[in-house]
C-alpha cells in the first residue's frame, strides 16, 4: 500500500465505512459477534444521532486527539481494531490499527475475471441508476437534485476523477463538459488520447447546491458530499478497472484518499487508491485561473501538470516524444 493513510480519521463517514468493511469481513469468516467497549458502543449511538455538517466539529488532526476510548483497543484474531471516541463522537483509526484493517478489509479490486465491454456498460448503468437516487447523499440535503455520472470507455485504462459537476455539466448530464473539460480535452490530445478513450467521473455525482438563486455558481464538494457517493466510485473502479487513475485537484484527491491533501505535496508520485496507481495533479480549472497571473506563472503550473502526465503517459505505455517531452518548458 501507498503512504495514502498517514492521518487519523476523524471524520465519521469513512470511519464507520471501515467499520462495515470489517464487519463484513467478521461475518464472511464465520463470527456472528464482535467486541465494542461500552465507551464505543456509546460513540457509535451519538454518531448515528449525528445530523449531517455536524463532521465538521471534530477535533482538528493536528491537536493531539483526546485518548481513545482505550489506550489498549480491543485487537481481534485478525489484528483489526476500531476504536471509537466518544468525545469528538468519531471513530479514531491511527496508521498503526488502520494499516491491519485496510490489509485485511479494504482490499484492492476484487478478484473477479473482467468482465465483457457489454457487461460493463450495463453494470455501469445499473450503478448509475442506483447512485441517482442514492440515500446518503440525499440526506445530506445539500446537493442537488440531477445525477451526474460518468462519461467514457468503460473499458479505458485510464480513469480521471474530477471533484463534482458544475452548471454546465448539470445541465449536459455529462462530467467537464465547461471550460475546464475543454482544457482537458486538449490536455489528453497532446497525450495523444481522445476524450472517448479515457473514463471520466467525478468524487461527487450531484453539483453542490448554494442557495436558492444558484443560478450559475459552483462550489467544491464537502467531505460528507464526497463520502456520500464513495461506495459508486469504489463499484465504477471495480467495473472499469483501469490501470491508472488521474484525480484532478486537491478535492477529488482527497475524496478519494480521504485524507487532507494539497495537490504541491502529493502531485508527481504514484499514490494508491484501491490498488490502482493514482496520480494527483492539478485540476484544469486552477490553471485557468493561474492564467490571471499572466503567461509565465500559468505555464509554469501547466508544466508541472504536464509532467504528472508525462508520467502517466510512461505509466500507460503510451509514446513519448521529444516534443512532448518540451511542452511548457520556458523559451531559452
Ligand atoms: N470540475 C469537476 O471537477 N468536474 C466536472 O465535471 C466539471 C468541473
Not at 467497549?37 to 445530523?51: D, F, G, T
Not at 456520500?228 to 484532478?248: F, G, K, N, T
Not at 487508491?273 to 503550473?301: I, K
Request: net charge positive; aromatic share 4%.
Amino acid at each position: 500500500m501507498s503512504d495514502a493513510i498517514s492521518e487519523p480519521i476523524l471524520h465519521p463517514l469513512p470511519a464507520l465505512q471501515v467499520l462495515a468493511e470489517y464487519l463484513e469481513v467478521q461475518a464472511r469468516s464465520g463470527k456472528s459477534r464482535v467486541f465494542m467497549r461500552p465507551e464505543a458502543r456509546e460513540a457509535l449511538r451519538e454518531i448515528c444521532r449525528m445530523k449531517p455538517g455536524r463532521a465538521h466539529r471534530a477535533a482538528p488532526a493536528s491537536k493531539p486527539h483526546a485518548s481513545p476510548v482505550s489506550s489498549t483497543p480491543p485487537a481481534t484474531e485478525q489484528g483489526a481494531v476500531v476504536s471509537l471516541d466518544a468525545k469528538s463522537a468519531s471513530v479514531v483509526v491511527t496508521r498503526s490499527v488502520l494499516a491491519p484493517v485496510r490489509s485485511v478489509s479494504v482490499p484492492t479490486l476484487p478478484q473477479t475475471p473482467p468482465l465483457s465491454r457489454e457487461e460493463r456498460m450495463a453494470a455501469l448503468d445499473a450503478l448509475a441508476k442506483r447512485a441517482a437516487d442514492s440515500p446518503a447523499a440525499k440526506a445530506l440535503g445539500t446537493l442537488r437534485e440531477r445525477m451526474v455520472f460518468s462519461t467514457g470507455d468503460p473499458e479505458a485504462g485510464l480513469m480521471l476523477v474530477g471533484e463534482a459537476p458544475g452548471a454546465q455539466e448539470e445541465q449536459m448530464g455529462e462530467p467537464f463538459v465547461g471550460p475546464a473539460g475543454q482544457l482537458l480535452d486538449r490536455i489528453l490530445k497532446a497525450m495523444g488520447l481522445e476524450r472517448s478513450a479515457v473514463y471520466i467521473s467525478n468524487v461527487c455525482k450531484f453539483r453542490p447546491s448554494t442557495s436558492a438563486d444558484q443560478g450559475t455558481k459552483n462550489r467544491k464538494p464537502t467531505l460528507p458530499e464526497m463520502l456520500s457517493c464513495l461506495e459508486y466510485v469504489h463499484e465504477e473502479l471495480a467495473i472499469v478497472r483501469p490501470r491508472a487513475i488521474v484525480a484532478l485537484g486537491a478535492t477529488a484527491a482527497e475524496g478519494l484518499l480521504q485524507r487532507p491533501v494539497t495537490v504541491g505535496s502529493v502531485r508527481g508520485r504514484w499514490l494508491d487508491c484501491r490498488g490502482v496507481p493514482l496520480m494527483v495533479t492539478y485540476h484544469p480549472s486552477y490553471l485557468l485561473h493561474r492564467e490571471a497571473d499572466g503567461p509565465v506563472a500559468a505555464q509554469a503550473e501547466k508544466r508541472k501538470c504536464w509532467e504528472d502526465m508525462l508520467k502517466v503517459m510512461e505509466q500507460m505505455g503510451l509514446p513519448v516524444s521529444a516534443k512532448h517531452q518540451a511542452y511548457f518548458l520556458p523559451k531559452s
